[in-house]
Nanobody, 119 residues
Framework: QVQLVESGGGLVQAGGSLRLSCAAS????????MGWFRQAPGKEREFVAT????????IYADSVKGRFIISRESRRNTIYLQMNNLNSGDTGVYYC????????????WGQGTQVTVSS
């Protein structure tokens, strides 16, 4: 099993920045990749960004491309999401997710951290 703990959410003005962190513990050696998703009030959860644990390849949603940066710190089993030039559309609960090697989907989720962007 893998446990994920997010941190770094909060309230920020439009145009500001935040950095989210997600620390993984447990069977992290089985990691294929980790990612960030978000869910706005009344909407379904959506993909934000993902990073491959080996090689560090990244993929972003079009809505955050050029503004958000996902990165990893392997020795700490931690990923980050640097969010710049935030707007009200970025408001929501941000979830960290873990995908194990051989798994077709993300199979472990964090508890979420709230990000609120005020206009």
């Amino acid at each position: 099993q893998v446990q994920l703990v997010e941190s770094g959410g909060g309230l920020v003005q439009a145009g500001g920045s935040l950095r989210l962190s997600c620390a993984a513990s447990g069977r992290t050696f089985s990691s294929y990749g980790m990612g960030w998703f978000r869910q706005a009030p009344g909407k379904e959860r959506e993909f934000v960004a993902t990073i491959r644990w080996s090689g560090g390849d990244t993929i972003y949603a079009d809505s955050v491309k050029g503004r958000f940066i996902i990165s990893r710190e392997s020795r700490r089993n931690t990923i980050y999401l640097q969010m710049n030039n935030l707007n009200s559309g970025d408001t929501g609960v941000y979830y960290c997710a873990f995908q194990a090697v051989g798994s077709p989907k993300y199979n472990c989720w964090g508890q979420g951290t709230q990000v609120t962007v005020s206009s």
